[in-house]
């Protein structure tokens, strides 16, 4: 477990009021900037992102605020669909699962079109969703109340899953669409075939409880999660128990995330509630975290969809790490 000095953000952006989910698109938006969404108490904002790293002319970071959108209560997670695009005309696609147990899906083409349609069904707190990754015409969803809910995009329920403990993450294969990762608080991470909605594989973690876990998509066949104070490392071919654990933080860790960009770099945070929340970026076949961050009371965690560069929100901030391969 770390303890040494903090690196600081290799960028900042400034926001109106404490981030509680930010989200890079893991899609391309069709122009040479990245679409990411932050939300917090009734609002979530939508703007791209441009990096020196990525265009020359850039300095440092461009950040521009397309637009800020009301929702009538806190935003707890957020989802992109592949829809959104900002060539041709714009159109933006999002998915936010809220305090009031409700999933928005909101579709707006940034200037007159604006529509929400509002998802029942959850009756406990949603941790988190996704959109199917090809056409994004479904949502997946995991919640508190032990279920997982696929939805199509007039909001209607068109399968349930039955959990054992609440659901805490869900990931859905970037090819094969009949394939979802759920993963369970009690320690266990299960794929579903969504044409049978039979399970065909588990992983067990051996420890719980399990807060996050994350399907690297670049490479399938690695899952990684956080339980307890550690991270873990599974390689679905080999075992359903973990290739590799390790302590990472002292205050029980929150999130796992995979980067896009390498197969082998992922980040956990702690929880929060401490008056700084811990970021570590780690790198398979590195003894030690390659960067570790820090952010106040930070929330959320994202990858860039093509730099090794994650996103945590904090209280009025957006802070950015690039890490160098």
């Not at 869900?170 to 299960?190: D, F, N, Q, S």
């Not at 909605?197 to 996050?212: H, T």
């Amino acid at each position: 477990m770390q303890d040494d000095s903090s690196h600081s953000p290799s960028y900042t952006v400034t926001c109106e009021d404490y981030v509680h989910v930010v989200e890079f698109s893991p899609f391309n938006s069709g122009t040479p900037a990245s679409l990411l969404a932050y939300g917090g108490n009734q609002y979530v904002v939508v703007g791209t992102c441009l990096f020196q790293e990525e265009d020359v002319e850039t300095e440092g970071l461009e950040f521009n605020v397309l637009r800020a959108f009301h929702n009538e209560v806190r935003v707890d997670a957020l989802a992109w669909s592949p829809e959104s695009r900002l060539d041709r005309i714009p159109n933006i696609r999002f998915c936010t699962a809220a305090a009031d147990k409700k999933l928005r899906l909101l579709t707006s083409d940034l200037q007159d079109r604006h529509e929400v349609k509002v998802m029942e069904g959850h009756t406990s707190y949603i941790n988190h969703l996704v959109f199917e990754p090809t056409e994004g015409k479904q949502i997946a969803s995991v919640s508190d109340d032990h279920t997982c809910r696929l939805w199509d995009l007039d909001g209607n329920e068109s399968a349930i899953l039955r959990l054992r403990s609440p659901g805490m993450s869900v990931c859905w294969h970037p090819e094969e669409t009949c394939k979802l990762m759920v993963a369970e608080k009690k320690g266990t991470i299960r794929f579903y075939d969504l044409v049978t909605q039979q399970a065909i594989l588990s992983l067990d973690c051996g420890q719980s409880p399990l807060m996050s876990a994350d399907w690297c998509l670049t490479n399938t066949i690695k899952v990684g999660a956080v339980a307890g104070n550690d991270w873990l490392i599974w390689d679905i071919t080999r075992s359903s128990y973990p290739q590799e654990k390790r302590p990472s933080h002292r205050d029980k860790a929150r999130l796992f995330k995979w980067s896009r960009a390498n197969e082998n770099l992922f980040a956990t945070t702690g929880c929060p509630g401490k008056i700084n929340s811990q970021l570590l970026i780690h790198h398979l076949g590195h003894p030690q975290p390659v960067t570790i961050g820090s952010a106040a009371v930070g929330s959320g965690l994202s990858w860039h969809r093509t730099l090794p560069l994650c996103v945590i929100g904090s209280d009025r901030k957006l802070s950015f790490w690039m890490t160098e391969m």
